[in-house]
């Protein structure tokens, strides 16, 4: 327990020194977010937060992570770097989607070659397919995520702590290690990034936070109980960046529009302000009904099989009854 929460300390003030420097190097080499018409900023605004993120998390676990558990941080820390590189190259100069796509596939891939896989179906391809699909799925959502001040770093350390506590409940030290490190990072960020951001963390730092975030829920492992129910544990931790993803997905389709490509104000954050909620009030809801998912995630831990799908499939019906309404109240935008 000393060890995790030297791990935690050390990334919270890293992040807390390295954030400002970050910003000062953005704006002397013009790494920033101009303003835009789909943007809600009006002045540039800083784009290296994800370096000073990327830098805590690392120093952290060097410094205090058990050297025991190195080789399963390697492909880890070696894919999660390719994506926060492709990122940073995008925040610079301007990636193609596709491009981006196409590292995160990569990325997945050494995370398998890493021994960091899926293991649920008897059929070894099957599992690198949904490696690979969840790997992709889980890091594009948080960077659609990262669309207001302090939305995807908070997302991100609530998702981190319920992986933490998930990890403490079953003797889990290297997905514990790594989730102190992450919340620490990210906390450490949040000082600079809630409303009004003073840097943004940029794709650098979204991709590296959602490549890391599926990693962890891969990781994760639940000997009392069985797969065929503990798969949804992870699922509903990352509840809020799969709802939002998907509502973004069925709104840009509906409407004709390429999901990847196409952007917009139709997130759950931009619907909520359009509802009246202040850009902080709707930034709370979505900390706060992450919360509630990953109380549905630990209560599945330790269900068993009838109970737990019973409560994944209320929170999934909550879910699609959300992206009805939305949809029929604002239509996307």
């Excluded at 940073?88 to 596709?98: C, H, P």
């Excluded at 891939?109 to 896989?117: C, D, F, N």
């Excluded at 962890?216 to 960046?241: E, G, H």
């Amino acid at each position: 327990m000393t060890q995790i929460l030297l791990i935690f300390i050390t990334a919270l003030l890293f992040s807390v020194l390295a954030t400002p420097v970050a910003r000062r190097v953005a704006l002397r080499t013009g790494v920033v977010d101009a303003p835009a018409a789909r943007k809600l900023h009006l002045a540039p605004v800083p784009l290296l937060g994800g370096g000073a993120i990327y830098t805590a998390f690392v120093v952290a676990l060097i410094l205090f992570g058990d050297q025991a558990y190195v080789r399963e941080l390697i492909g880890i820390l070696l894919g999660a770097t390719l994506v926060s590189l492709f990122g940073l190259a995008d925040d610079r100069w301007g990636l193609n989607a596709y491009v981006k796509l196409g590292a995160q596939a990569l990325a997945g891939a050494i995370l398998i070659l890493g021994g960091t896989q899926v293991r649920l179906f008897p059929v070894e391809w099957m599992n690198w397919a949904i490696t690979l699909f969840w790997v992709v799925g889980i890091t594009n959502a948080l960077n659609l995520l990262d669309n207001m001040d302090g939305l995807s770093a908070g997302v991100t350390t609530v998702a981190a702590a319920y992986f933490l506590l998930l990890a403490a409940m079953s003797g889990q030290y290297l997905v514990g290690a790594m989730a102190a490190a992450l919340i620490g990072a990210c906390v450490g960020f949040l000082r600079y990034n809630l409303n009004p951001a003073t840097i943004f963390m940029g794709d650098a730092g979204s991709l590296f936070l959602g490549f890391l975030l599926a990693a962890l829920a891969i990781k994760l492992r639940f000997p009392s109980n069985v797969p065929w129910v503990t798969w949804l544990v992870p699922v509903c931790v990352l509840a809020v960046p799969i709802f939002d993803t998907s509502l973004v997905f069925v709104s840009r389709l509906r409407r004709g529009k390429n999901p990847l490509t196409t952007p917009g104000k139709d997130h759950v954050s931009h619907r909520l302000t359009a509802l009246g909620l202040t850009r902080r009030e709707a930034v709370l809801i979505c900390y706060l009904l992450g919360c509630g998912a990953g109380m549905v995630a630990v209560y599945i831990s330790q269900a068993r099989a009838p109970d737990g799908y019973v409560a994944a499939g209320l929170l999934a019906a909550a879910m699609l009854a959300g992206i009805v309404w939305f949809e029929r109240r604002q239509g996307g935008g």
